[in-house]
């Protein structure tokens, strides 16, 4: 299995514009997760899902996030319009229903100039 | 709700030397207890974790950690630093009464090792 696997690497782009974060997650998991890291606030949790279905968004930053999930194997993260403080590595996870072990991609390096 | 304090953002050490990183966790119930590793650019790696039974949990590269629950405490050990142990390390927590995927993760210590 190629493991999580994350696109883009890198994103640059400019205040206002629209991102968005792509994951494929381990073929046969059951849950998602969308992961934030910044220097301040360290490795936040923004959403996760379960069988598709999110089950908790209580830390999406707010409106100009959001996050679906249309089958198994794709899950977007978008940004709507971006900011300069949205700049941060977005990581997305994903682990079976039998494991609690997270598998997390290599992380999507976003700077909004 | 459950929070993890990591005490110490960077941690040095020299190679051969003895490594400890502290986790100090916070939680209503008794929790399920991670180690996750960061190497550079790249996303994070299980090291070990600790659900139910044996307190003292090995995980890979020879890490271990033992879960003591009067000290709230999770610390990680290593009797021998290598260099290719260089990395960001981090400390989670789950709720296994609730959603226990849903990690909270401490803000990580970075461990440097010396030659």
């Known amino acids: 299995d190629a493991g999580v696997i994350q696109s883009p690497r890198h994103e640059v782009t400019e205040m206002g514009q629209e991102v968005t974060l792509r994951c494929k997650p381990i073929s046969g998991h059951d849950y998602l997760f969308w992961y934030r890291q910044t220097m301040m606030r360290g490795l936040e949790l923004l959403i996760y899902?379960?069988?598709?279905?999110?089950?908790?968004d209580s830390g999406m930053p707010e409106d100009r996030f959001s996050a679906k999930m249309p089958n198994a194997s794709f899950s977007t993260l978008k940004i709507q319009p971006s900011e300069p403080r949205d700049s941060a590595v977005y990581f997305c996870?994903?682990?079976?229903?039998?494991?609690?072990?997270?598998?997390f991609g290599s992380g999507t390096q976003l700077s909004v100039l | 709700a459950q929070s993890v304090t990591q005490l110490g953002s960077h941690v040095s050490v020299s190679e051969g030397a003895l490594v400890l990183l502290r986790c100090n966790y916070s939680?209503?119930?008794?929790?399920?207890l991670f180690w996750y590793v960061q190497y550079p650019n790249q996303g994070l790696q299980l090291l070990l974790k600790y659900t139910t039974g044996a307190t003292l949990v090995k995980g890979i590269n020879g890490f271990e950690a033992e879960f003591k629950k009067s000290e709230t405490s999770f610390h990680l050990t290593k009797p021998s630093a290598h260099m290719s142990d260089a990395a960001e390390y981090f400390c989670a927590v789950s709720d296994p009464g609730g959603s226990n995927y849903k990690l909270t993760f401490g803000k990580g210590t970075l461990l440097t090792v010396n030659p």
């Open positions: 939680s209503s119930v008794p929790p399920y």
């Open positions: 996870a994903s682990s079976g229903i039998t494991n609690e072990k997270l598998f």
């Open positions: 899902f379960n069988n598709n279905v999110p089950i908790d």
